[in-house]
């Protein structure tokens, strides 16, 4: 391998010369000779006070950092590497982080370093706030990367367009939209009701024998992309999303389904009246929630007492604890019976 060979007393001026010509090859450790040193090159140029060689030996591979730890020690003290973020999530190329204020001053080295580390990344985006009003949208800043908040993410066989700001959506919650799909049976007709940008009617359509999937959101940017998205994954013929309020949608439609999911967990349970509604006897209404453990029991009971008053005999086949919303507090989903 081609190489600058110098005395020990040179080695400083050397490596300053190969790196300031561009002639060090940084991928290679140099490697020590008695009183000398070798250094990796890329090309052969002369170098002063230095042999150019050719080596019979290959050089040492440099360790690339390979965690945010490792790229950022020296940047951020020991105390605040403590604090780097451990929780991030990913949708599609984007990594979304929560950085805490103390860290807020070098918020975008911390960030690089992501992007740097994780190669399927293209953007970093840190959350500005939490999902928020009717739409459950939130605001994102771009920290590092391609300046985008628009991105397409993969689950579960499907392909999902949104944008991080202009419509709802939860790259934790996949493995509970795939449990879902799988407790439908062939022939089934599904409702999902705030369908967003349509992740569970799409998990459900490639994923599930169902007869049909139809979704209603409200949001109209969210709506936009599940119109796309149907058509990004070819499932036009089995999926059907319609823009509206589910209060104004749902009751004029003339059919019954076999299994209706609500993910609207804030304020899920004052459109229950609805499911009740449209689902068939002996059908699965799946219901969402945030909850601390010990209020899953005495909302699962309050949830059967609402329907008795309905006028609706309900069994809460399951509790599933599909995520976490903060410490000790659960996203629960109520897997309902009509009797
Ligand atoms: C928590 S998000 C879930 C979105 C999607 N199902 C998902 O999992 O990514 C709730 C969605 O319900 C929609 N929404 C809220 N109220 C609604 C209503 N009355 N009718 C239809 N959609 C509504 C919001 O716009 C939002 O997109």
């Keep these: 391998m081609l190489a600058a060979y110098t005395e020990l007393r040179y080695a400083e001026k050397v490596k300053q010369f190969l790196l300031k010509k561009g002639l060090l090859h940084q991928d290679h450790l140099p490697v020590k000779e008695l009183d000398h040193i070798f250094f990796a090159m890329h090309k052969k140029v002369t170098v002063p006070n230095a042999k150019v060689v050719n080596t019979k030996f290959s050089f040492p591979e440099r360790q690339k950092p390979t965690t945010v730890d490792q790229l950022l020690k020296g940047k951020l003290t020991a105390k605040e590497l403590e604090l780097l973020p451990r929780t991030q999530e990913l949708v599609g190329e984007i990594l979304i982080l929560e950085i805490p204020n103390e860290l807020k001053k070098k918020e975008n080295i911390i960030a690089e370093a992501y992007l740097k580390v994780n190669k399927q990344v293209s953007t970093v985006v840190k959350k500005s706030d939490s999902h928020s009003g009717q739409f459950r949208t939130r605001k994102v800043t771009v920290l590092a990367g391609n300046k985008t908040k628009e991105t397409i993410h993969r689950e579960n066989g499907i392909e999902l367009k949104l944008h991080l700001e ?174």
């Design 166 to 339: 202009k419509t709802y959506f939860s790259a934790r919650t996949g493995s509970e939209r795939l449990r879902i799909a799988k407790l439908v049976k062939p022939g089934e007709e599904v409702l999902v009701m705030f369908s967003g940008a349509a992740p569970f009617p799409l998990v459900i359509a490639k994923n599930s024998e169902a007869r049909h999937i139809y979704g209603v959101e409200l949001n109209p940017d969210a709506h936009t992309y599940a119109m796309e998205n149907v058509l990004l994954n070819d499932l036009q013929d089995k999926i059907t999303i319609i823009h509206g309020d589910v209060k104004h949608k749902i009751p004029p439609l003339k059919k019954k389904f076999d299994r209706i999911a609500m993910p609207l967990p804030k304020t899920g349970e004052q459109f229950l009246d609805l499911a009740l509604l449209k689902v068939k006897k002996g059908g699965f209404i799946h219901l969402y929630a945030f909850l601390d453990e010990k209020d899953i029991d005495p909302y699962a009971k309050k949830i059967r007492e609402i329907c008795k008053k309905l006028g609706y005999s309900i069994k809460v086949s399951r509790k599933v604890k599909c995520g976490q919303f903060s410490p000790g507090v659960f996203r629960v989903c109520l897997d309902l019976k009509l009797l």
